[in-house]
């Protein structure tokens, strides 16, 4: 089976696998006479990956460099040198004028590649108490911790879109359920709300998430720390870690922070995923609860008058692609040894796959809150089917007739099964009916069998009693959107 590079990637090293007469790579020293083979440097080489580390590799550079200075191990003059040349290509990269090269297997070698040749000896000298194996480790936790800010963002930006659409609908009557079955009357307002809950407690994973891999792993070199007398805490300081790792083998070797983050990621898209598929029922031609616009339906190539509900189940199919990232990672460090192992070079793809995956999943579903519209009459009316309002015939009977309540549910039963023969709606079951099965029952217990009548009843804290949700619109926004 072929092997493929990447085509923008430009290969340094076209020889033959099997021609030994291909030089060493220069960044491996003078332990090596010969160069690897193809396959080894195909299967060696992460560059067309961990390119996009390449600004927290120049940031860790920077602060790596200022220190080296501050210490007196590095001169003033190099340092400045070093700056210049990061500059020159961190715009390189970002201009896409940069040639990445496999031979120089990852985004740490070939930019201290094109350092050297910008700036010469000064170039080798940046890497003095450092190995690539605390390097990564650093780079790797600088892209999580933005990609963890970038997520925060955007599941703010969600709770903000369904904090305003459940404030609009506060008092739009839908069904509840249970196994999807009609349970009780609820509000559409107080069913999205659920989802701000679900998105909140998903915000405060991934901030627990960024707090615990807040600590600086530079320093440690690969495995050992270093002789040079270095300051691990003003480089900490320089790229916002709270501290450095305390140990040099852990420092390396963990990646507990790329784990929590899928995992993190992983939850959040299981909720993601629920809500799609509540929008695809919603949408669906025996609900006909809500409408998607044009801008996250498709069409059919056959069936003209299909309206298909495509971003949502694209959204729900992203937890399946997430999950398998995180179960992908938990077996790879599942039985390492320490410190590093080159088995942990397989930790950026599913980590870069899960937080592309779960970003494009949020915006989608942002998109679809804003753009969806209920269609209250048929909320309404499937509110009012299933004897939703039993309930409330069994806490009445509880409150007028101090009925205790497992006597009061076989009564209710009784009355429902009564309304089944009649094929009535409880509210429509004659009085005469109900006494005939509980002689206690008078005429004001049709106060109470409404579905807006029900809905209004459930003013307990968290209940979904129309003012209940416009008050828990208003906290919520203080909790989340800081909006007081």
Not at 4 to 19: H, K
Not at 407 to 431: F, N, S, Y
Request: proline share 4%; charged share 25%.
């Amino acid at each position: 089976m072929a092997l493929n590079v990447a085509p923008e990637i430009a290969s340094q090293n076209p020889m033959s696998p099997n021609d030994t007469s291909k030089p060493a790579n220069v960044q491996w020293g003078g332990r090596f006479a010969t160069g690897p083979s193809e396959v080894m440097e195909r299967i060696n080489a992460s560059i067309g990956f961990d390119r996009r580390l390449f600004a927290q590799d120049i940031a860790g550079s920077r602060a790596h460099a200022r220190m080296l200075v501050a210490q007196g191990i590095l001169s003033a003059e190099d340092g400045e040198a070093i700056e210049a040349g990061l500059d020159t290509i961190s715009r390189e990269i970002e201009t896409g004028e940069f040639s990445f090269s496999t031979a120089l297997e990852d985004i740490h070698m070939n930019i201290e590649s094109r350092l050297r040749e910008l700036i010469g000896d000064a170039a080798g000298r940046l890497h003095t108490a450092r190995s690539r194996n605390d390097q990564v480790a650093t780079d790797f936790r600088l892209w999580v911790r933005d990609e963890i800010d970038h997520v925060d963002a955007a599941l703010k930006a969600l709770q903000a879109a369904l904090l305003d659409k459940a404030e609009a609908n506060a008092g739009t009557i839908m069904p509840g359920f249970t196994h999807l079955q009609t349970a009780q009357p609820v509000t559409f307002g107080h069913h999205l709300l659920a989802y701000v809950e679900m998105f909140g407690r998903d915000r405060g994973r991934f901030a627990d998430a960024r707090a615990r891999l807040n600590e600086l792993p530079l320093g440690a070199g690969a495995l050992a720390g270093t002789s040079f007398p270095i300051d691990r805490a003003a480089v900490a300081d320089t790229l916002g870690f709270d501290r450095p790792m305390a140990n040099s083998l852990d420092a390396v070797s963990d990646r507990d922070f790329a784990l929590e983050f899928m995992s993190a990621a992983a939850i959040c898209a299981g909720h993601i995923s629920r809500m799609a598929e509540e929008i695809v029922v919603w949408c669906s031609d025996g609900f006909g609860f809500v409408k998607l616009s044009d801008a996250y339906t498709t069409g059919s190539s056959m069936m003209p008058q299909k309206r298909n509900p495509d971003a949502a189940e694209l959204s729900r199919a992203k937890a399946g692609r997430i999950y398998g990232d995180l179960m992908g990672l938990l077996t790879v460090m599942k039985g390492l040894p320490l410190a590093y192992s080159k088995d942990m070079q397989e930790d950026k793809e599913p980590v870069f796959d899960a937080a592309d995956s779960l970003a494009l999943a949020l915006a989608a579903t942002i998109g679809m809150v804003s753009d969806m519209q209920p269609v209250p009459d048929r909320m309404r009316a499937a509110a009012g089917r299933g004897y939703s309002t039993a309930t409330d015939l069994a806490d009445w009977l509880v409150r007028a007739a101090e009925v205790p309540f497992r006597d009061a549910h076989g009564i209710t039963g009784a009355v429902v099964k009564r309304a089944e023969e009649l094929g009535l709606d409880l509210a429509d079951v004659p009085l005469a009916d109900m006494q005939a099965i509980d002689p206690r029952i008078t005429d004001s217990v049709f106060d109470v069998l409404s579905v807006e009548a029900s809905v209004a009843s459930r003013t307990s804290f968290g209940g979904t009693a129309p003012d209940n949700v416009q008050a828990a619109v208003t906290a919520a926004r203080a909790r989340f959107l800081d909006e007081a």
